[in-house]
């Protein structure tokens, strides 16, 4: 196994702006694992708040590239878990390691990931487009900019109303809101009935990431379905989440890549619970992850090409929110590096 690596920020079409804060641009860092000629592309993307930089996961691939690169690779489950011992403390580098060992996996089979699972392209859930926060009037015009079955409506301002109202004034489509913790009960209590009114269809992380006390009385409470983002990272977290939200957000970068994510999937499924994958802003080769996971899932969120200025792939496509796929094996992604060198 031979690896390479090109961290990149890429500009955002808008200041994208959530509860937590404002950003311009989205650091991540693309990984390419070489197996006998057969190249694999990966993507984490860096999120402050969870304390991974790009820095940082370039830091711990040189302190142990060599074991990285030694592993006698056979299928990407016993990869997984051989990197996730390696490097226990940053989930998203093995996210960008077990996405492109993915990619290889499925060349070497000469199929796109969602056939090796038993899945394919058709009845899969329409990807929604994200509308950060800012005044209602450029809220609007962003979501005038993009023609879309579902909208993302990112909340937790004063004028959380004002904003959904806005918005549902110009457009039939279907909406759905994303606190990202920024609520307490008592303003989930008040604000969900008034969603609901405005045909808003789910809530995502409305309170903090460890207040389940909380969502253990607002669940029962709410008239609209809840979605566990921030309080569901990892494997262990969607048993936690059982009592407590209707579904959960799986995030690839989070939870430490596709393999975990489907076993996410499974456990979710077991226990009733829908099911999201959601996007951290990846490029187009995180994107393609998250894709071939649709036919698995209730709802997905994988606008991250549709938001930013700058792509590092083609292979996925957009049509008034169905996702289309290129057929190539693997991810089916045609990272831009590997024709234009000065991309690099």
């Not at 790009?54 to 016993?78: G, Y």
């Not at 940053?90 to 796109?112: E, T």
């Not at 996925?316 to 992604?333: A, H, R, T």
């Amino acid at each position: 196994m031979k690896i390479s690596y090109w961290p990149f920020s890429l500009k955002f079409r808008h200041p994208f702006t959530i509860s937590k804060g404002t950003k311009t641009h989205q650091p991540t860092l693309i990984v390419e694992l070489e197996h006998f000629g057969i190249k694999g592309y990966g993507e984490a993307p860096a999120i402050t708040y969870y304390n991974i930089t790009v820095d940082k996961m370039i830091a711990d691939l040189e302190a142990k590239k060599p074991f990285v690169e030694k592993f006698a690779f056979t299928d990407p489950d016993r990869y997984w878990h051989y990197l996730h011992h390696l490097f226990p403390d940053n989930p998203f580098l093995v996210c960008a390691l077990d996405i492109a060992a993915w990619d290889i996996y499925g060349k070497m089979k000469g199929k796109p990931l969602y056939q090796l699972w038993g899945g394919d392209t058709t009845n899969n859930p329409v990807c929604d487009y994200t509308i950060g926060i800012d005044t209602p009037e450029k809220m609007v015009g962003k979501m005038k900019e993009l023609s879309c079955p579902i909208y993302k409506i990112k909340v937790g301002t004063a004028d959380d109303i004002a904003i959904v109202k806005a918005l549902r004034d110009n457009t039939d489509a279907a909406l759905r809101v994303d606190a990202n913790a920024a609520w307490d009960v008592d303003t989930a209590l008040k604000l969900i009935p008034q969603l609901k009114e405005l045909g808003v269809e789910l809530v995502e992380q409305p309170l903090a990431k460890d207040d389940w006390d909380g969502m253990k009385v607002l669940v029962k409470e709410s008239l609209l379905p809840l979605y566990a983002d921030e309080a569901c990272v990892n494997e262990d977290d969607v048993q936690k989440c059982y009592e407590h939200f209707h579904g959960i957000n799986i995030k690839l970068t989070k939870c430490s890549g596709l393999t975990p994510a489907k076993r996410m999937i499974e456990a979710a499924r077991k226990l009733n619970l829908s099911i999201m994958v959601g996007s951290m802003n990846e490029s187009t080769i995180g994107s393609a992850a998250i894709a071939h996971l649709l036919s698995f899932i209730d709802h997905v969120d994988m606008d991250g090409p549709l938001l930013l200025q700058e792509d590092l792939a083609t292979g996925i496509g957009y049509e008034y929110g169905k996702v289309l796929f290129s057929g190539m094996p693997g991810l089916g992604i045609v990272y831009k590096g590997l024709f234009d060198k000065s991309f690099k």
